[in-house]
């Protein structure tokens, strides 16, 4: 409960897991051509957008998971753009927010009268 003496902090968790959000879902194309391409090189296969290369890790062919994981790096000609459009309204939402935050608080808490 807030009252007059005691008024609401300002939501940073809540700003920072909102922007934590979008770059996860921004970058992770960026991250799944990245492992993909470490674990092709750890193994020594093969690896293009062009076809399916065999890549045995454990006995087991995984090529076409590295495959599908590299090709996924397209994804990010939608997520770069999305991203920088989300988080420029994530800044907006933020700064906005901050103004008007303040603002309430300046008027809970008018300054001392002058002596």
């Not at 807030?2 to 909102?18: M, S």
């Not at 093969?46 to 087991?60: F, K, N, Q, R």
């Not at 076409?64 to 994981?69: D, I, N, Q, S, V």
């Not at 994530?90 to 300054?111: F, G, I, T």
Request: proline content about 8%.
């Amino acid at each position: 409960m807030t009252t007059a003496t005691h008024p609401r902090k300002f939501p940073w968790l809540v700003y920072g897991l909102a922007l934590f959000l979008i770059a996860a879902v921004t970058l992770a194309p960026i991250g799944c051509v990245i492992v993909a391409s470490a674990v092709s090189n750890h193994y020594g296969c093969a690896l293009d957008e062009g076809s399916v290369h065999p890549c045995v890790i454990g006995g087991t062919d995984r090529g076409e998971t590295l495959y599908t994981m590299f090709v996924l790096g397209w994804f990010m000609l939608l997520t770069l753009p999305a991203g920088a459009v989300a988080a420029g309204g994530w800044l907006l939402v933020l700064l906005l927010h901050r103004a008007s935050w303040r603002k309430r608080r300046a008027q809970m808490n008018p300054p001392p009268l002058p002596v």
